[in-house]
T-cell receptor, first 119, second 109 residues
């Protein structure tokens, strides 16, 4: 079974703190993604990575950065947390390129999520 | 950009059939996904369509019409445990999935 794990299920931080959210997958997937999910707004892509050391901005990268030093680990960093970053953060991974390959679907597998509250 | 629309909420009765629609506008269409997400949990993959037609998987089926930019998820013999949000997501070319805002389904007795 594919397993995507996230470092914390619940996290409470104060405004201005630096926050690290860690994501690890054990299926040797090339692609990793960070989303946030807010009521009424759905899942929005923050950053993604198709390879080690590689990162691409998603739809809402402002206020965030990422790091991918190893293939299995993708970290989301909030340099200076703000209250509007209170949200559910979801990590996902998938294999190869986002297109189909050899008939495989290459669907995204999600971690359990981290509910971050910034006070 | 892409635009994905699905109803915000639906209610259906246990044992019934419900159809959740999704319309999308995109260029370079490369697949449509349906995910199920129970409250407080991660989304889990349900189905995938890239060609026109119906894909059936047990009680769940998904339909795609590429020319109409339209898909639906059909849930038969509804059970209380089917109460969840259902997310439609579209892939275009080699870009990451873009998700709709989700449809919250409530199954009532």
């Amino acid at each position: 079974d594919v397993k995507v794990t996230q470092s914390s299920r619940y996290l409470v931080k104060r405004t201005g703190e630096k926050v690290f959210l860690e994501c690890v997958q054990d299926m040797d997937h090339e692609n990793m993604f960070w989303y946030r999910q807010d009521p009424g707004l759905g899942l929005r892509l923050i950053y993604f990575s198709y390879d080690v050391k590689m990162k691409e901005k998603g739809d809402i990268p402002e206020g965030y950065s990422v790091s991918r030093e190893k293939k299995e680990r993708f970290s989301l960093i909030l340099e200076s947390a703000s209250t509007n970053q209170t949200s559910m953060y979801l990590c996902a991974s998938s294999s190869l390129s986002p297109g189909t390959s050899g008939g495989r679907i290459n669907e995204q597998f999600f971690g359990p999520g981290t509910r971050l509250t910034v006070l | 950009g892409q635009n994905i629309d699905q109803p915000t909420e639906m209610t259906a009765t246990e044992g019934a059939i419900v159809q959740i629609n999704c319309t999308y506008q995109t260029s370079g269409f490369n697949g449509l996904f349906w995910y199920q997400q129970h409250a407080g949990e991660a989304p889990t993959f349900l189905s995938y369509n890239v060609l026109d037609g119906l894909e059936e998987k047990g009680r769940f089926s998904s339909f795609l019409s590429r020319s109409k930019g339209y898909s639906y998820l059909l849930l038969k013999e509804l059970q209380m445990k089917d109460s969840a949000s259902y997310l439609c997501a579209v892939r275009s070319g080699n870009t990451p999935l873009v998700f709709g805002k989700g449809t919250r389904l409530s199954v009532i007795a």
